[in-house]
C-alpha cells in the first residue's frame, strides 16, 4: 500500500495537514525508509541522478546490491513519497519524488528558528546558516 499524504478528515498535505497522530505517522514511515544503509544510499545517489533517475538495473549495480533486493528496497522508498518509477518498455525507471521530499524536509524544518533567531532558515531551499543578530 502506498503511503499517501491525506488525513481522514481527506484535507490533502499539500502543506502539512494536521490531523491528529496521522502527520507523525506518515513522517515516521517516510523516515523508516529512509533509516536503512542501502535504501539510504539509493536515495542519494538518486538525488544525484537528478529528474532523469536511473533504472533498477543501474542503482543496483551501482550499489553492488542484488535486483530483487534492490527492488524490494526501492518500492518501499516509493511507498513513502520519496521516489517515483514509470516504466519504459521493459525497464522501471527511478527518480527522486520532490514533493514528498518537500514535505519531510517542511515538517522536520517546521519550527526552525523559534528557539534561536541567529539561525535562519530559507523555507524555499531548507537550508540553514548562521547570521549575526544586530541588537
Known amino acids: 500500500m502506498r503511503v499517501r499524504f491525506i488525513c481522514q478528515n481527506s484535507c490533502a498535505i ?3 495537514c494536521h490531523c ?4 507523525s505517522k506518515i513522517i515516521i514511515e517516510t523516515l523508516l525508509a529512509l533509516a536503512q544503509e542501502t535504501r539510504l544510499a539509493a536515495y542519494r545517489l538518486l ?4 529528474p532523469s533517475g536511473l533504472s533498477a538495473g543501474e542503482i543496483a549495480a ?6 530483487s533486493t534492490m ?7 516509493e511507498r ?9 518498455q521493459r525497464r522501471v525507471f527511478y527518480a527522486i ?3 514528498g521530499t518537500s514535505q519531510l524536509l517542511r515538517f522536520l524544518t517546521e519550527d526552525c528558528c523559534k528557539a534561536d ?9 531548507g537550508a540553514f546558516s548562521q547570521q549575526s543578530v544586530q541588537e
Open 117 to 125: 533567531p541567529s539561525i535562519w532558515c530559507d523555507r524555499t531551499s
Open 62 to 67: 551501482a550499489l553492488s546490491v542484488n535486483s
Open 20 to 23: 491528529a497522530g496521522m502527520q
Open 80 to 88: 513513502a513519497n520519496l521516489l517515483h518509477a514509470w516504466r519504459v
Open 14 to 16: 499539500a502543506q502539512l
Open 47 to 50: 538525488v544525484r541522478a537528478g
Open 71 to 77: 527492488s524490494r528496497h526501492l518500492a518501499q522508498l
Open 97 to 99: 519524488d520532490w514533493d
